[in-house]
């Protein structure tokens, strides 16, 4: 087998939108983009920006790392007093964290491992990761298909092996027996948060054409956002996953992908120049 480009394989994603990273895990470069923000004195916009995150994921973040010592709204300057100490370093805490709240803490060592492991033409087994990264096999399963190893967890489980009685053993072999195990999920939301509406489609085309048909008929509130997510049953959110504000629609492509669109490019319905006169799309 021919070893995987380490250079190729990305802690995140390649994803269109206002958060690329949002959903995916905090790891090293994550932090050191958050640490880096701080010492630069950027406000929570700012630091969001920066890190690729939504305001909220930055506080929940922040929230953690304080230990949950003060509100979530206030953890953001908590963290920036802690981050002030003239011996304070960002690595050593935030590991420190991570080991209190039992998250393995992914750096560029543990990917590596993961990585070149892959490669090999004698893969380490399972539970040699585990115990090598700190990690539970999902985890480690999760991982390996955030970095493009594989697609699936039967590929993970196939590659490094699994606990027999373990329930990534068993995810992988429903797997197996499935026709198509991923779907497409559409989700709208409002501006305060509430979910509009759910549904799930065979591609993203499809999800992309049902969110430019979906009606204001029968729903509690104008849309503020769009998300469409490639998942599979026990994967979690390691797949694709994209989102826009709602006067920024999906465009439908012969190749499937989906990227937005501006108003200008298309007549904007009633309720959609309501909402932005009347709001603010962010949430």
């Not at 206030?74 to 709240?101: G, N, Y």
């Not at 990264?133 to 955030?146: F, H, P, T, V, W």
Request: with cysteine; charged share 25%; hydrophobic share 45%.
């Amino acid at each position: 087998m021919v070893a995987p480009d380490v250079t190729a394989c990305v802690h995140h994603s390649a994803m269109k939108g206002t958060a690329k990273r949002e959903y995916m895990w905090w790891c090293e470069e994550d932090y050191a983009l958050l640490f880096e923000a701080i010492a630069a004195d950027m406000t929570e916009e700012q630091i969001a920006e920066h890190t690729e995150r939504r305001v909220g994921a930055v506080q929940a973040r922040a929230h953690m790392l304080v230990s949950y010592a003060t509100s979530k709204a206030r953890a953001l300057d908590m963290l920036r007093r802690v981050a002030s100490q003239p011996d304070f370093e960002w690595e050593p805490f935030v590991r420190t964290v991570h080991a209190q709240e039992g998250l393995p803490y992914w750096d560029t060592a543990a990917d590596l491992a993961l990585i070149t492991g892959w490669g090999e033409i004698d893969p380490p087994r399972m539970r040699q990761l585990c115990e090598q990264i700190g990690a539970d096999e999902d985890q480690i399963a999760s991982r390996c298909i955030l970095l493009k190893l594989a697609e699936t967890r039967a590929e993970v489980v196939d590659r490094f092996g699994a606990d027999e009685d373990g329930a990534l053993y068993l995810n992988a072999m429903l797997s197996r027996d499935k026709v198509a195990v991923a779907v497409w999920v559409l989700v709208l939301v409002a501006d305060d948060g509430q979910v509009l509406h759910i549904s799930t489609h065979p591609t993203q085309a499809a999800a992309a054409g049902a969110c430019h048909r979906w009606p204001t008929t029968g729903l509690a509130a104008v849309p503020a956002r769009w998300t469409i997510a490639m998942r599979v049953c026990g994967e979690g959110s390691v797949r694709a996953t994209e989102s826009g504000l709602w006067d920024e629609l999906p465009t439908i492509s012969a190749d499937t992908a989906v990227t937005a669109v501006s108003p200008s490019a298309r007549s904007l319905r009633w309720w959609t120049r309501r909402f932005r006169r009347g709001a603010d799309a962010r949430w």
